[in-house]
């Protein structure tokens, strides 16, 4: 596509439901990066994608996030349980390769009431 | 590891002054650097990027950037803001993943 989709827009979940976060990437990059930003604040990397490699997941929080990516295409980023602190924009950005630069999805806005 | 520190939380300049947004880095080796910018509600643009080539790199919106090796700076300027230019600018390093600083905050009084 010709860019970064995202989806949903923004999702409303109850304490203790689990929420699935969508992207997909702009066609044909093997990288794939997923980024946290609460509200004021700036990104916080969670998780990282390239081509068939093992993901680098050194920045999940806690072990209720997970994330998987099928080739080189669509990331589904998974909170279970979510926790009021889940609260936040979860953005996705792609890039060619390990060394341009990313492009980034509109985000996901996610409030845990 | 790679880090970035950018001085300022908030930047405050009158239409038509020059901007600058301050940014240093630390990386253990030569790197890639980023300056994006985040208008309300809206996503993350790419506004230029250093990747080993010339050190004064220019981008879009007349924003340039200019790395200097010896105090490991990349300082983000404008000779004359215009009230678009009002936004959140990060300051980015690649290293195995984009390492963001914590953002400027730039308004543009008229």
């Known amino acids: 596509g010709a860019g970064v989709s995202q989806s949903p827009s923004n999702k409303v979940t109850e304490k203790g439901k689990d929420v699935e976060l969508r992207c997909d990437p702009i066609s044909g990059h093997t990288a794939l990066y997923w980024y946290r930003q609460r509200l004021g604040q700036g990104l916080e990397f969670l998780i990282y994608?390239?081509?068939?490699?093992?993901?680098?997941k050194s920045g999940l929080p806690s072990d209720r996030f997970s994330a998987e990516r099928t080739g080189e295409s669509v990331s589904t980023l998974t909170i279970q349980r979510t926790q009021q602190e889940d609260s936040a924009v979860y953005l996705c950005?792609?890039?060619?390769?390990?060394?341009?630069?990313?492009?980034f999805g509109q985000g996901t806005r996610l409030t845990v009431v | 590891a790679q880090s970035v520190t950018q001085l300022d939380s908030h930047v405050s300049v009158s239409e038509g002054t020059p901007v600058l947004l301050r940014c240093n880095y630390s990386?253990?080796?030569?790197?890639?650097l980023f300056w994006y910018v985040q208008h309300p509600n809206k996503g993350l643009q790419l506004l230029l990027k250093y990747t080993s080539a010339a050190t004064l790199v220019k981008g879009i919106n007349g924003f340039e950037a200019e790395f200097k090796k010896s105090e490991t700076s990349f300082h983000l300027t404008k000779p004359s803001a215009h009230m678009s230019d009002a936004a959140e600018y990060f300051c980015v390093v690649k290293g195995q993943n984009f390492v963001f600083g914590p953002g400027t905050r730039l308004s543009v009084l008229p």
């Open positions: 950005a792609s890039s060619s390769s390990p060394n341009t630069e990313a492009f």
């Open positions: 990386s253990s080796y030569s790197p890639s």
């Open positions: 994608f390239q081509g068939n490699s093992a993901p680098d």
